[in-house]
């Protein structure tokens, strides 16, 4: 794979590259090489040190393709780009490696829910097990076949690690670093940490320009609210993404994978997409098996994104092989055993006798033929590389009619069962799930069958992915909508006290949900298009692993936002205005409701955790205490200046 002739480097941005601001982007770079005697081999690690042993050991193994799949191919120069997603072991990277940095509010308070009658508690700063954090790996990967070598060939992997699930960045970035590096080598590291290190921070949900020597990468990265937590929560979040709106531009991504190709992975199994859908919903361990790596990761990522704008919580693994050290555990596994939920996409066929208790596994993909290396095609400065290497573009086959006899084959197939891919690799998905949600038919017949084009498939394919992925938005959109309730924002009432603490968000007990949507019903949406078993989807979905962090998370968001009007009402309040109205126990209360919120804001200020706005509340609050200390009579004014804390806010103020 050959550099564009109109990309160019042009002078270093920076000799020395700041690791502080890379990081907020890139853990590291590496290069895999895949040696005959000693297998998978650490060349390079840039910056050096900020891997454990065994984080290197998952890298390397995680960036190859799989021998047992791999299809042969006899042109020079092979390229392909996939990721894959391992755990975080040991502490070498906790702390020089951050977590993404996004543009964050800090959090003044741990917040407070209440679910089923339990206090559940989401605080900013709670730090989960470091083992819970996961890094993602963007791999690519060369093969050079040459009959003078051993085995005539050899193969590496350029890799970019990074915390953040980031896509939409960092395949044309590498498009671009990979084969730079197989030009001028390790250098090529320093070059493009240099230019990492001078973007701006990543901010969640929107479009970003960033330079990359004479070209910009134009991305917009998912918003905050569909990013996995591995142990943190994203604070930025704002109550507008309580309910998503359906947004008529299709650039804006309202979920993890936007940029997924829903229709090019699955639009040989296309009828089965809702239980896929549900699967993904519920929370359900599911096993997909593809020809290629790219394949498999295109899957994975495409039915994350399928649940948008849910947050996706349980496991996923867009590329998983038997190195993994969790594949041990899932190989453990007895007959009638459970699985972990998890969504675990592999390309070799040992899996299928491995994990042949899997209760939902779904082929999908097809052998890719032989074919020389992409180029990355001329683009101008502002443009994303264009050239499509194996697994990023469309597959090349017409869209399937469904018919009396693909019903037959699919009988077949599951008469089959899974194993028959051991001897020809077909697209089938095997699972006795009984969904509830009815294929839309309607959205099928608006896709839109192309032909073999090159140029006009992949721009049906465009369109076909906007028609399924607004379909499935909408679908999760009111699936959720019951909940609203449960995170309805209160606003102080005209002539009310701001001063006082708003109402808590309404408790939510599971029972009395589901007795309360059984008797209003799902909706007209969903009546038209799922069975009458649908509160048993509702039922699961409470039960599965996505519920109760979306539900807290949202919870947390929501409180946020009552807490930042609330007090917005009271900096706009004129105290004068009230004190004339209130009674003497009023008064007094009305005093000890500001001198808890000073107190919180001075606490918070002397935490280096305040808010912009945190001087001028203080400010307003100090004023606003001591009108309400002077209307108080002399012998209750003496009783309060007993307490020496509060004798020095009145006296500050």
């Known amino acids: 794979m050959s550099r564009s002739p109109s990309f160019s480097l042009k002078s270093e941005p920076n000799s020395k590259v700041d690791n502080e601001s ?126 003078r070598l051993k085995r005539g060939g050899e193969q590496k992997s350029v890799v970019i690690l990074s915390h953040s699930p980031f896509s939409s960045v960092f395949r044309p970035l590498l498009q671009i670093m990979g084969p730079l590096f197989f030009d001028i080598g390790k250098k090529a590291f320093e070059h493009i940490a240099a230019y990492v290190s001078i973007w701006p921070p990543p901010v969640s949900g929107k479009l970003m320009e960033l330079p990359i020597g004479n070209a910009t990468l134009k991305v917009n990265l998912p918003p905050s609210h569909c990013l996995p937590l591995d142990g943190r929560m994203m604070i930025e979040e704002s109550a507008t993404f309580l309910v998503p709106s ?26 089965q997409l809702w239980i896929l859908w549900e699967l993904v919903l519920v929370g359900e361990p599911i096993l997909i098996i593809a020809p290629t790596p790219p394949q498999c990761c295109e899957a994975v990522a495409g039915l994350v994104s399928l649940v948008a704008p849910l947050l996706c919580s349980i496991d996923f693994r867009p590329y998983f092989t038997i190195h993994d050290p969790e594949f ?212 699961r979905f409470l039960k599965g692993q996505n519920f109760m962090p979306w539900f807290t998370r949202r919870r947390a968001v929501a409180e946020r936002e009552q807490h930042r009007l609330w007090k917005q009402a009271r900096l706009r309040t004129d105290i004068q205005q009230f004190l004339s109205k209130m009674s003497e126990l009023e008064v007094v209360d009305s005093f000890n409701a500001i001198e808890r919120h000073l107190l919180g804001e001075l606490q918070l200020q002397n935490s280096g955790a305040s808010e912009q706005d945190s001087m001028k509340s203080c400010k307003k609050l100090q004023g606003d205490l001591l009108a309400v200390f002077n209307v108080l009579p002399e012998d209750m004014q003496q009783l309060l200046l007993m307490n020496p804390e509060r004798a020095a806010l009145v006296q500050g103020a």
């Open 22 to 147: 890379l990081h907020r982007w890139i853990v590291a770079f590496c290069v895999i090489r895949f040696d005959l005697e000693q297998g998978q081999v650490l060349e390079e690690c840039f910056p050096p040190g900020c891997l454990t042993p065994d984080e290197e050991l998952a890298t390397a193994f995680s960036s190859f393709p799989d021998s047992v799949s791999q299809n042969h191919n006899r042109s020079s120069i092979h390229d392909c780009i996939f990721f894959f997603r391992i755990r975080r072991r040991g502490d070498a990277g906790s702390g020089n490696v951050p977590t993404s940095e996004f543009v964050e509010i800090e959090r003044n308070s741990p917040q407070k829910t209440a679910v089923n009658g339990q206090v559940l508690q989401v605080s900013s700063n709670e730090k989960d097990d470091e083992g819970s954090r996961f890094l993602y790996g963007f791999v690519f990967n060369r093969q050079r076949h040459d009959e």
């Open 246 to 271: 359906l947004s008529t531009n299709q650039s804006i991504p309202l979920g993890l994978f936007h940029e997924a190709d829903l229709f090019g992975i699955f639009r040989g199994i296309l009828l």
């Open 328 to 539: 041990a555990h899932l190989n453990s596994v007895q007959d009638g055993g459970t699985f972990p939920p998890m969504i675990l996409g592999v390309t070799n066929l040992f899996f299928l006798k491995a994990l042949r208790n899997m209760p939902h596994i779904v082929s999908v993909g097809s052998p890719v033929a032989n074919t020389s290396r992409a180029n990355v095609a001329s683009r101008s400065p502002s443009a994303r590389p264009t050239g499509r290497l194996e697994g990023l573009g469309v597959q090349q086959l017409s869209l399937r009619r469904f018919s009396p006899s693909s019903l037959l084959n699919a009988v077949k197939l599951r008469r089959e069962g899974p194993l028959c891919l051991m001897t020809e690799h077909k697209e089938a998905i095997w699972t006795t799930y009984g969904a509830t949600t009815k294929p839309d038919t309607s959205i099928l017949n608006r896709l839109v069958d192309a032909g073999t084009l090159a140029r006009v498939e992949e721009s049906m394919s465009v369109v076909n992915n906007e028609i399924l992925r607004r379909h499935f938005l909408e679908l999760t959109t009111n699936f959720l909508s019951p909940f609203g309730p449960y995170f309805k924002i209160n606003t102080p009432s005209e002539g009310s006290s701001p001063f006082v603490d708003p109402p808590v968000l309404p408790p939510f007990n599971a029972e009395e949900f589901l007795h309360t949507l059984a008797a209003r019903g799902p909706g007209k949406f969903l009546s038209k298009r799922m069975r009458s078993n649908w509160l048993d989807l509702y039922r």
